[in-house]
């Protein structure tokens, strides 16, 4: 069966500092994975996907993530956040019928001046 | 693209009672999916639609809970005689090779 997951329940970073949020999946079929952010009180919203071609996948809010398929991680990675980065991120995958995705249990993002 | 929309956003009831949330996925996706997402966790799978068929359902949909989406377009979730364990934000999105997530629905059973 395939699962999600996130290996820090919480990172606390400073502004302008670079981030990582790591994720491993498993899965014995081809990938498609995704990274969601959610700030509070809101749904989710997609930040990136891998579907297929470069590893390395860019997003918006210039987060990028990178597909290593030797590792099964998916790690995404901001050069420098902003206050307003502070939110709830989580990496998913698509399940092996392709309906539905599995999402791992979140990373809380804290982001101080 | 005037993205999906839940409704309502917020929802307190009591313990067994009944309650119903709707879900409007954007117009052109044929695909549309129900979760639930409890406080600390990741969203989890419901059940899926393809226009009006529901194709997969998970263990997670007990019999207390039915989905529905006639005519393929939107789609209701209810749940019959909840419980505390029911309290959760209920999350629905549509699409396909990406899903598009709504608001939610945050259920408070007391």
């Known amino acids: 069966a395939q699962s999600v997951t996130q290996l820090d329940s919480q990172v606390p970073v400073f502004e302008e500092a670079p981030v990582e949020l790591r994720c491993n999946y498993s899965s014995s079929v081809s990938v498609y994975l995704f990274w969601y952010v959610q700030y509070p009180n809101q749904g989710l919203q997609l930040l990136l996907k891998?579907?297929?071609?470069?590893?390395l996948v860019k997003g918006i809010n210039g987060f990028e993530a990178e597909f290593n398929k030797s590792q099964t991680s998916f790690h995404l990675r901001k050069p420098s956040v902003h206050i307003s980065d502070t939110a709830e991120y989580f990496c998913a995958v698509r399940n092996q019928a392709g309906t539905a995705l599995i999402f791992g249990k979140g990373t809380t993002l804290s982001v101080s001046s | 693209d005037t993205g999906v929309s839940q409704d309502p956003r917020h929802k307190i009831t009591k313990r067994g009672q009944n309650v119903t949330f709707r879900c409007d996925p954007i117009s052109e996706h044929n695909r549309l999916y129900w979760y639930r997402q409890t406080l600390g966790q990741g969203p989890e799978f419901l059940t899926y639609f393809q226009n009006e068929a529901q194709l997969e359902k998970s263990r997670l949909l007990s019999d207390r809970f039915s989905a529905e989406r006639p005519k393929g377009s939107f789609s209701t979730l209810e749940i019959q005689r909840t419980e505390q364990g029911d309290s959760a934000m209920y999350l629905c999105a549509s699409g396909d090779r990406r899903q598009y997530f709504g608001p939610g629905t945050r259920l408070t059973v007391t």
């Open positions: 891998y579907l297929s071609g470069s590893t």
